[in-house]
């Protein structure tokens, strides 16, 4: 098991921008697969983006694509999420969450996914 720490969540401005962090311990970080999803009040968990062990396949929601970019560092075992051009409708608590993939597929389902941080804040004001 790997525990995951958010941070980087905070208020912005329509049309700003915010870079989250997951900082992994306890586990062997260059294994995972690492994923971030997002949560909005009354709505259910929805996949963001996801990038694979070593980082050079990614995979995004097609409302992120364009704006977001998922990155990691093994060397100092975090993963990232930049967020550009951000809208009101991405207003929403921010998880990060990591799985071992054999088969080295992307997840997009959270059920896939069995490591999860406690989440941080974010929130566009228009």
């Known amino acids: 098991q790997v525990h995951l720490v958010e941070s980087g969540g905070g208020l912005v401005q329509a049309g700003g921008s915010l870079k989250l962090s997951c900082a992994a311990s306890?586990?062997?970080?260059?294994?995972?697969?690492m994923g971030w999803f997002r949560q909005a009040p009354g709505k259910e968990r929805e996949f963001v983006a996801a990038?694979?062990?070593?980082?050079?396949?990614?995979q995004y929601a097609g409302s992120v694509k364009g704006r977001f970019t998922i990155s990691r560092d093994n060397a100092e075992n975090t993963a990232y999420l930049q967020m550009n051009s951000l809208k009101p409708e991405d207003t929403a608590v921010y998880y990060c969450?990591?799985?071992?993939?054999?088969?080295?597929?992307?997840?997009?389902?959270?059920?896939?996914?069995?490591?999860w941080g406690q989440g941080t804040q974010v929130t566009v004001s228009s």
């Open positions: 306890g586990g062997t970080f260059r294994r995972y697969i």
């Open positions: 990038i694979n062990e070593s980082g050079g396949r990614r």
């Open positions: 969450t990591a799985a071992v993939a054999f088969d080295h597929i992307l997840r997009v389902r959270s059920e896939e996914y069995d490591n």
